[in-house]
């Protein structure tokens, strides 16, 4: 099957910084990857790019099809089938939960409202966010607020998922509620993308885990390999960083 | 039952009955304070030993419910006319301007900061005598309202561009990425996501404008316009009673302007829902 990103060579510099150095991957559909490295890395810019929230230099990034070009009529379109989940969450705090999964269905997808209504419902149940559904964000704690951001981007029956640190804003007791919900989305079989520091979650979920450093991937692979058999120095020192806590 | 006993502890805990007497307590001081206030100024002006049958005579005039001998409408409605009219134009030359103030392209920006300096560097005076003044030496002769209704858009238009400029810009990026994402296109954006949340951010200072406004429309009087400050000024010189003219038009100007102050306190609760009810949590 064709894949459904494909990046060839992109490069982005923010004014003299290099972020992104020839940077090439693939996702295939149902495929979960797992992006890490130090903070800086050029992670989340890469993730960005998927959707165009990020342009680049040089290079191409494919999307479904769609060769993602700086006309934003092509990103318009590329984005109609990428959800991303942030790290703030970013719900909209004037409108209520609802509010906030139903606004792109009804005005991208040109969904009925009660359709879009009952769609949104069902998401919201998943995520265990059903009963909130009247409220405002600023009524729910950050485990809740992010469930509903997941439900929100469901909500347009993406291709893919993109989720750029999920659970970095979150307090510790509430990280797990929401890393079991992307699991549970994982084992649908939905394309996803996740930049994240959660090494376990990774090791659990992700089918390749590709490393970062300085806008270059440095290393990838199934992680069972990135994790027990680094090959190089500076994924090896990575992972001693950051499972130092775990040893 | 058991659910019951619960969020009343619950409402205990975090002492909300407490609060809302507390609330009431607040408002109901603030009411008497404001009625003493309100007796000591009427006692005042009975000091002053106002001839307040001329005043009851004059005041369906200085009111505006009669028509002024030209046909037209005069007084506090004429007042509230060329403030309305002069409002809406303000409020749509603002959003252009702020827009230009926000744009990437150089000339749009240049011609939105370009107008907003002059008309914010300038006496509102000086605008309104240029227009209608001025303008008539080179050919272009308006009358009195529409130099006024012009002077007062341009003028009030420069400031509330900034005003909305900066509700724009105090709306965090991650709202308008999170929309991109949703691949809203950018007009749908401002209409659903960023701008009803700057309107939170705009309607106070908006509102500060717009009472402003209502009373800088007092200026347009020296165009002959018989609008409140006008006819009070006309039968204050007729019958020598300055007091008693002057006093009842600041009267309506202040209770016009608490009409504005209640329209925005409203509209400001309208729009900020979502954050009052966070802020109960």
Redesign the interface.
């Given at each position: 099957m064709a894949d459904l990103v494909s990046i060839d060579r992109i490069n982005k510099w923010h004014g003299s910084l290099h972020a992104l150095r020839d940077v090439s991957l693939a996702v295939a559909p149902h495929e979960r990857l797992v992006i890490c490295g130090p903070s800086g890395s050029g992670k989340s810019t890469l993730l960005r790019c998927i959707?165009g929230?990020e342009t680049y230099d040089s290079g191409e990034v494919i999307v479904d099809g769609t060769r993602l070009t700086n006309d934003?009529r092509t990103?318009?379109?590329v984005?109609?089938e990428?959800?991303?989940v942030?790290q703030?969450f970013?719900?909209?705090?004037?409108?209520t939960v609802l509010e906030n999964c139903v606004?792109?269905p009804i005005?991208?997808r040109n969904t009925p409202r009660l359709e879009a209504e009952e769609l949104a419902r069902s998401y919201l149940d998943r995520v265990h966010v059903g009963a909130q559904a009247g409220?405002?964000?600023?009524?729910l704690s950050g485990g809740e607020q992010q469930r509903v951001?997941i439900a929100?981007?469901l909500c347009?029956a993406p291709k893919i998922m993109l989720f750029d640190e999920p659970t970095s804003a979150l307090d510790p007791e509430m990280i797990n509620e929401v890393l079991d919900i992307i699991v549970g989305l994982a084992d649908t079989g939905m394309t996803m993308v996740c930049v994240t520091h959660e090494m376990a979650f990774a090791r659990r979920v992700a089918d390749r885990i590709v490393f970062m450093d300085r806008g270059e991937i440095i290393e990838q692979g199934p992680p069972a390999e990135i994790f027990d058999a680094p090959r190089t120095d500076r994924l090896k020192a990575f992972l001693s960083s950051i499972l130092k806590d775990l040893r | 039952m058991a659910l019951d006993a619960e969020v009343a502890a619950g409402a205990a805990r975090r002492g909300a009955a407490p609060r809302v007497a507390r609330k009431s307590h607040f408002r109901m001081q603030v009411w008497a304070t404001w009625l003493v206030l309100a007796l000591l100024l009427a006692w005042g002006c009975r000091a002053l030993q106002l001839d307040f049958g001329y005043v009851a005579q004059k005041l369906p005039f200085l009111l505006g419910l009669r028509l002024g001998p030209d046909g037209f409408i005069q007084g506090a409605v004429l007042t509230l006319f060329v403030t309305a009219v002069s409002m809406v134009c303000a409020l749509g030359i603002a959003m252009i301007t702020a827009a230009g103030r926000l744009s990437d392209n150089p000339v749009a920006f240049a011609l939105a900061t370009f107008y907003a300096s002059l008309f914010r560097g300038t006496p509102l005076l000086v605008q309104v005598l240029i227009i209608y003044l001025a303008l008539p030496q080179v050919g272009v002769v308006l009358g009195g309202l529409t130099s006024g209704l012009i002077a007062l858009s341009l003028n009030y238009g420069a400031y509330l561009a900034e005003t909305i400029r900066s509700g724009m810009m105090a709306i965090p990026l991650g709202q308008r990425e999170a929309a991109m994402a949703l691949s809203l296109p950018r007009w749908l954006i401002i209409w659903k996501v960023t701008g009803p949340q700057a309107l939170r951010l705009i309607i106070p200072p908006a509102g500060a404008l717009f009472v402003s406004m209502l009373k800088d429309s007092a200026l347009v009087s020296i165009l002959g316009l018989w609008e409140l400050n006008f006819l009070a000024q006309s039968y204050a010189r007729a019958s020598f009673r300055y007091m008693e003219m002057l006093l009842a038009a600041a009267l309506i100007y202040w209770a016009l302007s608490i009409v504005f102050e209640i329209v925005q306190f409203r509209l400001e609760r309208r729009f900020g829902r979502g954050v009052a009810v966070a802020a109960r949590r």
């Amino acid at each position: 099957m064709a894949d459904l990103v494909s990046i060839d060579r992109i490069n982005k510099w923010h004014g003299s910084l290099h972020a992104l150095r020839d940077v090439s991957l693939a996702v295939a559909p149902h495929e979960r990857l797992v992006i890490c490295g130090p903070s800086g890395s050029g992670k989340s810019t890469l993730l960005r790019c998927i959707n165009g929230l990020e342009t680049y230099d040089s290079g191409e990034v494919i999307v479904d099809g769609t060769r993602l070009t700086n006309d934003s009529r092509t990103a318009l379109g590329v984005r109609r089938e990428v959800g991303m989940v942030f790290q703030s969450f970013n719900l909209f705090p004037h409108m209520t939960v609802l509010e906030n999964c139903v606004l792109a269905p009804i005005w991208v997808r040109n969904t009925p409202r009660l359709e879009a209504e009952e769609l949104a419902r069902s998401y919201l149940d998943r995520v265990h966010v059903g009963a909130q559904a009247g409220k405002y964000p600023g009524q729910l704690s950050g485990g809740e607020q992010q469930r509903v951001a997941i439900a929100r981007a469901l909500c347009m029956a993406p291709k893919i998922m993109l989720f750029d640190e999920p659970t970095s804003a979150l307090d510790p007791e509430m990280i797990n509620e929401v890393l079991d919900i992307i699991v549970g989305l994982a084992d649908t079989g939905m394309t996803m993308v996740c930049v994240t520091h959660e090494m376990a979650f990774a090791r659990r979920v992700a089918d390749r885990i590709v490393f970062m450093d300085r806008g270059e991937i440095i290393e990838q692979g199934p992680p069972a390999e990135i994790f027990d058999a680094p090959r190089t120095d500076r994924l090896k020192a990575f992972l001693s960083s950051i499972l130092k806590d775990l040893r | 039952m058991a659910l019951d006993a619960e969020v009343a502890a619950g409402a205990a805990r975090r002492g909300a009955a407490p609060r809302v007497a507390r609330k009431s307590h607040f408002r109901m001081q603030v009411w008497a304070t404001w009625l003493v206030l309100a007796l000591l100024l009427a006692w005042g002006c009975r000091a002053l030993q106002l001839d307040f049958g001329y005043v009851a005579q004059k005041l369906p005039f200085l009111l505006g419910l009669r028509l002024g001998p030209d046909g037209f409408i005069q007084g506090a409605v004429l007042t509230l006319f060329v403030t309305a009219v002069s409002m809406v134009c303000a409020l749509g030359i603002a959003m252009i301007t702020a827009a230009g103030r926000l744009s990437d392209n150089p000339v749009a920006f240049a011609l939105a900061t370009f107008y907003a300096s002059l008309f914010r560097g300038t006496p509102l005076l000086v605008q309104v005598l240029i227009i209608y003044l001025a303008l008539p030496q080179v050919g272009v002769v308006l009358g009195g309202l529409t130099s006024g209704l012009i002077a007062l858009s341009l003028n009030y238009g420069a400031y509330l561009a900034e005003t909305i400029r900066s509700g724009m810009m105090a709306i965090p990026l991650g709202q308008r990425e999170a929309a991109m994402a949703l691949s809203l296109p950018r007009w749908l954006i401002i209409w659903k996501v960023t701008g009803p949340q700057a309107l939170r951010l705009i309607i106070p200072p908006a509102g500060a404008l717009f009472v402003s406004m209502l009373k800088d429309s007092a200026l347009v009087s020296i165009l002959g316009l018989w609008e409140l400050n006008f006819l009070a000024q006309s039968y204050a010189r007729a019958s020598f009673r300055y007091m008693e003219m002057l006093l009842a038009a600041a009267l309506i100007y202040w209770a016009l302007s608490i009409v504005f102050e209640i329209v925005q306190f409203r509209l400001e609760r309208r729009f900020g829902r979502g954050v009052a009810v966070a802020a109960r949590r």
